[in-house]
């Protein structure tokens, strides 16, 4: 064990080792639910979806709206602050879940609430797909996971500028702008078929055309509000998406096969869940990727008896990830420690030689 | 083909769901449909080799319970990805109240 900078690259060493060793494409640990609990959980309904996401394009009109009628005014300052984290921050969970197909029952209202939201967090929505696949297939396994969001050692600053989204905002802009023009790279070309190219190709020309459209529209305005509408909100108002998608991972152990050891579940205010569509719960969606994001919080219930406790807020959940992400700076293959109520399943750690694991508590 | 093979009582099929069933070295997963009738697929998903028989059983359609991939599982059908390559299927049938599979 080198304790140093290890490969994320999905075609370098890391990788292979993965492969080699059985890490990659394994099986996970899974908490026993009966089955007929668990037909319960997954069942399919349109209803919380289509209520959430008409609240949503509703709040996303009115602050616009609001926004577009004071521009020029401080007053427009409380309504782009509500539709930036509408559509900065709230697009990644519309993304996550309608790209699982579990939010809704009716699945073209899944693909089209998909490619809205992905158009918004600027991320191809067929790339995309087969990068969060293989997510779920190899959760945080270096060398294999293109969703990496804490490499070690952990570049703070750069985790810092997410927030406002810099240069998160450039960085996907360019892969869109790359993939219209070439397609998918070679990293990307691990994970997405051959068959999948034109869709790729498809998706990156019309979401940067839209943007440059934007773009095009300001400069002959000489304004920003069309950016401020279009684009700029995954810059100003990205900082929710950030603030809680770090904890999914933040801090947690690399190359496991029990997500109870790698994801993170808090427990949040309800504000901050209807933005997230239930993620903070965020250890049993990996386990249980069929139960959609309204019925979360029934899961947990039923399997919180075999989990880590959860952290009871996001103060507290960043302590402990901050904690554990600074001490990775110079011991990379430092973990935040996680314990087991009396009576849990054992950690499955499997395969693990690089991180110092906690023992079950 | 084989002869028929004995899975399990129906009842012990709910409509609308699946079990996995497991053959000469080989994993299957046999459904009910809403009419009760009996089919039968592979039992591992062709993206990520997961045992469908976790899944959840919508209409004709079995979801892969680790990336929510859909096959048709009367034809084997691939429908939703990740999963891009069908299901082989094989024929069963209700006989004496038990599921029969020929595999």
């Known amino acids: 064990m080198d304790g140093g900078a290890r490969d994320y690259s999905l075609t370098g060493p890391d990788g292979a080792r993965a492969v080699e060793i059985g890490l990659a494409s394994a099986e996970w640990y899974h908490t026993d639910v009966p089955r007929k609990t668990m037909k319960g959980l997954m069942k399919r309904t349109d209803g919380p979806a289509t209520r959430d996401t008409l609240i949503w394009l509703m709040l996303l009109i009115l602050s616009a709206a609001g926004g577009i009628a004071l521009w020029g005014s401080w007053w427009a300052v409380p309504f782009f602050a509500v539709y930036g984290v509408l559509y900065g921050s709230a697009c990644d969970s519309r993304w996550h879940e309608c790209g699982h197909g579990t939010a809704f029952k009716t699945q073209w209202k899944n693909d089209w609430v998909y490619v809205l939201a992905s158009f918004m967090v600027l991320r191809n929505p067929t790339a ?3 990068s969060h696949a293989r997510h779920h297939t190899d959760t945080i396994i270096v060398g294999r996971d293109p969703e990496i969001a804490f490499m070690r050692p952990p570049d703070i600053a750069r985790k810092a500028l997410a927030f406002i989204g810099i240069p998160d905002v450039f960085v996907h802009f360019g892969i869109l702008l790359r993939q219209a023009v070439s397609g998918p790279n070679a990293e990307e070309a691990d994970y997405i078929p051959t068959s999948e190219v034109p869709k790729v190709k498809f998706w990156a020309r019309l979401f940067v055309a839209i943007h440059l459209a934007a773009g095009l529209t300001a400069l002959m305005t000489w304004s920003i509000l069309p950016l ?35 994801s993170r579940t808090v427990h949040m205010n309800p504000v901050s869940r209807w933005l997230y569509w239930n993620m903070n719960y ?8 069929m139960v959609p994001y309204h019925a979360l919080p029934k899961l947990h219930e039923v399997i919180k008896d075999d989990l880590p406790p959860a952290n009871p807020s996001i103060p507290h959940a960043y302590k402990e990830m901050i904690a554990a992400v600074l001490r990775q700076r110079t011991e990379p293959n430092y973990c935040a420690p996680r314990s087991l109520p009396e009576g849990a399943k054992p950690f499955r750690a499997g395969f693990h030689d690089r991180t110092a694991l906690p023992e079950a508590g | 083909m084989s002869d028929w093979i004995d899975v399990c009582a129906a009842d012990e099929v709910e409509e609308e769901d699946v079990i ?28 990520e080799q997961v045992h469908l028989a976790e899944g959840l059983v919508l209409e004709d359609e079995i979801e892969c319970p680790k990336h929510n991939g859909r096959f048709n599982y009367k034809t084997g059908a691939a429908l939703r990805t990740p999963a891009c390559v069908a299901l082989a299927t094989y024929p069963a049938r209700i006989e004496g109240g038990r599921i029969q599979v020929q595999i």
């Open chain 1, 282 to 289: 965020h250890v049993e969606h990996h386990m249980f990727p």
């Open chain 2, 20 to 47: 996995r069933f497991d053959h000469g070295g080989r994993t299957f997963a046999v459904y009910r449909d809403e009419d009760g009738a009996a089919f039968c697929t592979d039992g591992l998903c062709t993206h």
């Open chain 1, 228 to 262: 401020m509408l279009i684009g700029g909100p995954r810059i100003y108002g990205a900082w929710h998406m950030v603030m809680v998608g770090l904890l999914q991972h933040g801090g947690l152990a690399e190359d496991v096969l029990d997500h109870r050891l790698n």
């Open chain 1, 128 to 130: 995309w797909r087969w």
